[in-house]
C-alpha cells in the first residue's frame, strides 16, 4: 500500500506563492505518471496538473502560466509550485497517480486571503 504524504501549505495573499511537496512511499517512482488534485469546499475534487515519468507536464487551463509541476524521482517526490495565487485557488490540495489511483493523502490546505 503506497502512502502519499502532502505539504507546504498554508495562509497566503493573493498575489503570492507556495511550493507543495508530496512525498510517496514507493520507492520505484519514475515509472508513475503523477498528478496534483485540489478540492474547494462544496466542491468535486479537480485535476490541476498532470507529469509523467519522463517530465511532461499537463496543466488545467486554470493554472496554466502560474502552476509549475515537478518531480524529483530519487527522492520519490512531486511538486508544485504555485504563483500568482487567487482567492479561486483555495482548497486542499492532493497528489495522486494520473490513473488507477492509490489511497489519497490527507491533503494540504492552501487558503489565499487577504
Known amino acids: 500500500q503506497v502512502q502519499l504524504v502532502e505539504s507546504g501549505g498554508g495562509l497566503v495573499q493573493p498575489g503570492g506563492s507556495l511550493k507543495l511537496s508530496c512525498k510517496a512511499s514507493?520507492?520505484?517512482?519514475?515509472?508513475?505518471?503523477m498528478a496534483w488534485y485540489r478540492q474547494a469546499p462544496g466542491s468535486q475534487r479537480e485535476l490541476v496538473a498532470t507529469i509523467l515519468g519522463g517530465g511532461s507536464a499537463n496543466y488545467a487551463d486554470s493554472v496554466k502560466g502560474r502552476f509549475t509541476i515537478s518531480r524529483d524521482n530519487a527522492k520519490s517526490t512531486v511538486y508544485l509550485q504555485m504563483n500568482s495565487l487567487k482567492p479561486d485557488d483555495t482548497a486542499v490540495y492532493y497528489c495522486?497517480?494520473?490513473?488507477?489511483?492509490?489511497?489519497w493523502g490527507q491533503g494540504t490546505q492552501v487558503t489565499v486571503s487577504s
Open positions: 514507493r520507492t520505484i517512482f519514475r515509472i508513475y505518471d
Open positions: 495522486n497517480r494520473k490513473s488507477s489511483l492509490w489511497s
